[in-house]
């Protein structure tokens, strides 16, 4: 029996979020195509026979400029320092920039580092090669391994490799566990990735959801609250006639019927705290505490 503990980390956008999917076969963490969409540590649990990886998602590593930001940072030092293998993703598509230079100074001291290269799928190989001479040059990186968490190439032998890193001799977690959310927090989860999704510029960012009622019967009945930080912001998230928050609660709902496995009666309401990720007490009430 052998186990062991990872910690995803990287730049925001990178691909960390899916990689954790790719790697579990179900969606744990939501994932956007704008940068900061994971605001707190993650776990997604991997047991094979007779080896169980423990991986930890957290939020893209940027230079906060508010609470939220400072608490999401926390996230990422508390992941990359209760762990084994600190695996560090990168894409393919933007090359070995300076910011990833830094994290993997940061880490030279690490037990284990582990480099994945991700979106191989769509970059030129004449993108992938050179990143992986860059990165060979760094002495404290064990394996570097060219993936796509979109595709699921090389999710396996992605797998193998962390696999020989790993030794405990005990499972953390029952065998048939693959996440430490609670469904509550999935259901949360998934309004702000379709509010993500759909909102532009600094708006997303500034959009949290609150769970009011959550009620199992016949029919799963849910009110949730999306959360904006400006008056201005109510009006651009409701949408001209409703369209907009409409989009956002029909493709929530699809997704939390496909989840839930249950028809899905979802409600949202939008509403204004001034300037929440500014606000500790606030970001408590919201779970962004620790
Ligand atoms: N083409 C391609 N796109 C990918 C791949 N992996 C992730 N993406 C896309 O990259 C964007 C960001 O993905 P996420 O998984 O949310 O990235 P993240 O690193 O978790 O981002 P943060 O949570 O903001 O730090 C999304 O649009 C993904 O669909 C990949 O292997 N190939
Ligand atoms: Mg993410």
């Not at 990833?100 to 030279?108: A, G, P, V």
Request: aromatic letters at 8%.
């Amino acid at each position: 029996m052998k186990s062991g503990f990872i910690a995803i980390l990287g730049r925001p956008n990178v691909g960390k979020s899916s990689l954790l999917n790719a790697i579990i076969g179900t969606k744990i963490a939501i994932v956007t195509p704008k940068p900061q969409t994971t605001r707190r540590r993650i776990t997604g649990i991997l047991t094979q026979d007779d080896t169980q990886l423990v991986f930890t998602d957290t939020p893209g590593v940027f230079k906060s400029k508010n609470v939220l930001g400072d608490y999401m940072m926390k996230e990422v030092k508390t992941a990359s320092e209760e762990t084994d293998i600190i695996l560090l993703v990168f894409d393919a598509t933007d090359g070995l920039t300076n910011a990833d230079k830094e994290l993997i100074e940061k880490y030279q001291d690490a037990a284990t580092v582990i480099a994945a290269i991700n979106k191989t799928d769509i970059a030129k190989p004449d993108q992938v090669l050179p990143m992986i001479d860059e990165l060979r040059h760094y002495e404290h990186i064990s394996e570097i391994v060219p993936i796509s968490a979109l595709k699921g190439k090389n999710i396996d032998v992605l797998i193998d490799v962390l696999k020989k890193y790993i030794k405990d001799d005990v499972f953390f977690y029952p065998k048939d566990q693959v996440t430490d959310q609670s469904l509550r927090e999935r259901v949360s989860e998934l309004i702000r990735e379709k509010a993500m999704f759909y909102l532009q510029q600094e708006i997303p960012h500034g959009v949290a959801v609150d769970i009011e009622r959550y009620e199992d019967g016949d029919i799963i009945e849910i009110d949730a609250l999306i959360i904006c930080e400006k008056d201005n912001h109510k009006g651009i998230i409701i949408g001209s006639k409703g369209s907009t928050l409409k989009k956002i609660g029909s493709k929530a709902r699809e997704e939390l019927e496909f989840v839930l496995g249950k028809k899905v009666f979802l409600t949202l309401y939008v509403k204004v705290i001034k300037d929440w990720r500014k606000r500790k007490n606030i970001l408590y009430d919201l779970g962004y505490y620790g």
